[in-house]
């Protein structure tokens, strides 16, 4: 079972950039796929997620109108694509994949598997 996420990179403020998250070993369709990031010195914290079992898409506060996940289950890919970015959503961004229920989807405990994270950088 893996998770391969890429598309990080440097972008100024107001850029975009859109992350992809590849699974691999198993059949993810039935599960919750989420983003998360992790700036230095910070928690992790929830970004997005998408789950076709609990229905439709969730997004942060701080992402929302900006980001959108979407996913692709014929190539067994899941994308976040960031508009609008700002110097503060500078981080290591993770994606994930679980059994997360409506009420947990955005605690990162609630996911299983992992990818190995991809930075994005905003300049201001």
């Known amino acids: 079972v893996q998770l391969q996420a890429s598309g990080g990179g440097l972008v100024q403020d107001g850029g975009s950039l859109r992350l992809s998250c590849a699974t691999s070993?198993?059949?993810?369709?039935?599960?919750?796929m989420g983003w998360f990031r992790q700036a230095p010195g910070k928690e992790r914290e929830f970004v997005a997620a998408?789950?076709?079992?609990?229905?439709?898409?969730y997004y942060s506060d701080s992402v929302k109108g900006r980001f959108t996940i979407t996913e692709d289950n014929d190539k067994n890919t899941r994308y976040l694509q960031m508009n609008s970015l700002k110097p503060e959503d500078t981080a290591v961004y993770y994606c994930?994949?679980?059994?997360?229920?409506?009420?947990?989807?955005?605690?990162?405990?609630?996911?299983?598997?992992w990818g190995q994270g991809t930075q994005v950088t905003v300049s201001s």
């Open positions: 998408i789950s076709k079992r609990i229905g439709s898409a």
């Open positions: 070993g198993r059949s993810f369709r039935n599960y919750a």
């Open positions: 994930a994949a679980g059994n997360a229920i409506l009420s947990s989807i955005h605690l990162a405990r609630a996911y299983t598997y």
